[in-house]
């Protein structure tokens, strides 16, 4: 798999250890937003680490002929570093995916790609509609743009080449393992530091959120299950403005509610996302075990209280970024 030492991609790794024998080899490039720490619990007889590029078509060809399976979360993922310098989501969601395509396809190997909603734009606030597997792509950003590409990619390669691949299109994870550049966790380590929490402009956006181990559940079962060819949306009816979230974590932190600043707004941001995951629960029974987002969020809370010393040495490097865009 690639990407394992990421948010997502780790949490993935955890599960597939505690609920199959299978073995993972991880393929990591540890960019900033990689960390060994996050696979540093499990028994090395069944994960190992390969540090490289998934761009780098040597070492994914000769990784890929030997897997069964290859799942790639690798990704560039942040919206505001999207924002400030696009070229690296070129270069790892465009040209990585291609790299990873090409292997699967010299060797016949089964591909499942791991994307996001926000390929398919933002919806109204009051839009009695939800993203399907056949809403038309419209994204925003630079990383939406490229996450959308990789996709196209991806089909393209199932319709020209017949490579054995399946999309997943993820609403927004929460969980431990999180970057402390991302909403959820940076509100909380705020919170711990005694900074007041920041909320993008007015903070009615919504976004649909998930726990990141029903997002492997799914990606799990999709491999199991999943049609080839076949895109399939996950998401649990999680939908929830951002100040509404930040009122939470600060309530669930023993603070007031109201002890937040508003600062600068996102250019081009994305008001709602929303995912009707149908197909995914119909086609292949798939449902979301943490169905209650506050339990699920003081778990979150209790994860990030007690380690600390996993997310403290990139705190500073984050909170003087976003100080310099005025966020
Ligand atoms: P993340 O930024 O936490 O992790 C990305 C991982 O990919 C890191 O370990 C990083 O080192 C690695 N990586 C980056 N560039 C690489 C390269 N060129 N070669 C090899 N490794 C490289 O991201 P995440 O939030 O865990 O997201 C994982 C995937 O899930 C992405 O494809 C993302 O688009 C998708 N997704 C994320 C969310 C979300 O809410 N975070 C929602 C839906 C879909
Ligand atoms: O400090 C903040 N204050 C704030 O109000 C930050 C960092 C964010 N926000 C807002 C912006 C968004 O409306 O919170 C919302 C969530 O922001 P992010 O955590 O940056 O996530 P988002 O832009 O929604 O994208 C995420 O979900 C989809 C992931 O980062 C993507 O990788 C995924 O594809």
């Not at 799914?218 to 009122?247: F, H, M, P, Q, W």
Request: aromatic share 8%; net charge negative.
């Amino acid at each position: 798999m690639t990407g394992g030492a990421g948010f997502i991609g780790s949490n993935f790794v955890h599960h597939v250890v505690r609920h199959t024998d299978d073995h993972v080899v991880v393929a990591d490039k540890l960019t900033y937003a990689g960390n060994r720490a996050s696979l540093a619990s499990l028994p090395e007889d069944r994960v190992s680490l390969v540090v490289g590029d998934i761009a780098d078509a040597a070492l994914m060809d000769g990784l890929i002929a030997d897997a069964d399976v290859v799942v790639h979360f690798a990704a560039e993922s942040h919206n505001d570093n999207s924002l400030d310098n696009p070229r690296p989501f070129l270069d790892t969601n465009i040209i990585g995916t291609y790299t990873i395509l090409e292997a699967a396809r010299r060797h016949g190997t089964r591909l499942h790609h791991v994307s996001t909603d926000e390929v398919y734009g933002d919806l109204e606030l009051d839009d009695p509609a939800r993203f399907t597997e056949s809403t038309a792509y419209n994204p925003s950003s630079p990383y939406s743009s490229t996450k959308a590409a990789s996709d196209m990619l991806v089909r393209a390669w199932v319709r020209s080449f017949g490579v054995q691949a399946t999309i997943s299109n993820c609403s927004n994870n929460y969980g431990p393992y999180q970057h402390v550049e991302k909403f959820i966790p940076r509100q909380i380590t705020n919170v711990v530091r005694g900074i007041r929490p920041k909320l993008y402009g007015s903070g009615t956006n919504v976004r649909d959120w998930i726990h990141a181990d029903d997002h492997s559940r799914a990606v799990l079962t999709i491999i199991e299950r999943g049609r080839i060819g076949e895109t399939y949306l996950i998401g649990a009816d999680g939908e929830k403005d951002n100040k509404s979230v930040v009122e939470l974590i600060l309530t669930l932190m023993g603070q007031p509610a109201d002890a937040y600043d508003h600062v600068a707004d996102r250019s081009g941001h994305d008001l709602r996302y929303a995912i009707d995951s149908t197909k995914l629960r119909t086609e292949l029974g798939w449902s979301p075990v943490y169905d209650d987002f506050e339990t699920g969020l003081a778990a979150t809370i209790e994860w990030y209280v007690e380690n600390e010393a996993w997310w403290s040495g990139a705190k500073d490097g984050v909170e003087e970024f976003y100080a310099r865009k005025g966020h």
